[in-house]
């Protein structure tokens, strides 16, 4: 069973910054597709950003295109959400998620494993 630690979520004033954290272990980095869902009060789970299986593609929502960034660090098996211009709907909890290979990176139906959320609180 994958075990995925989120971290790094807070309280941020519009216009801020605040980078996500997503830790795994070894087995599941190097066997499941990684990706970001987020939450907001009242509203179904929605896609964020994704990698491809094989890592060498990303993915983005068109809301967060251009002012968040998905990264990975192979030697720490860690992913990451780096979010610039934070906006106030951008407020959710935030949920790292990992995948098998050939289900669509944007369903939160593809992914198998998630964690247990971190909350993201933009204040205008």
């Known amino acids: 069973q994958a075990q995925l630690v989120e971290s790094g979520g807070g309280l941020v004033q519009a216009g801020g910054s605040l980078r996500l954290s997503c830790a795994a272990s070894a087995r599941t980095f190097s066997t499941y597709a990684m990706g970001w869902f987020r939450q907001a009060p009242g509203k179904e789970r929605e896609f964020v950003a994704a990698f491809s299986w094989l890592g060498g593609s990303t993915y983005y929502a068109a809301s967060v295109k251009g002012r968040f960034t998905i990264s990975r660090d192979n030697a720490k098996n860690t992913v990451y959400l780096q979010m610039n211009s934070l906006k106030p709907e951008d407020t959710a909890v935030y949920y790292c998620?990992?995948?098998?290979?050939?289900?669509?990176?944007?369903?939160?139906?593809?992914?198998?494993?998630w964690g247990q959320g971190t909350q993201v609180t933009v204040s205008s």
């Open positions: 998620a990992a995948r098998t290979p050939g289900g669509n990176v944007y369903t939160d139906r593809a992914y198998d494993y």
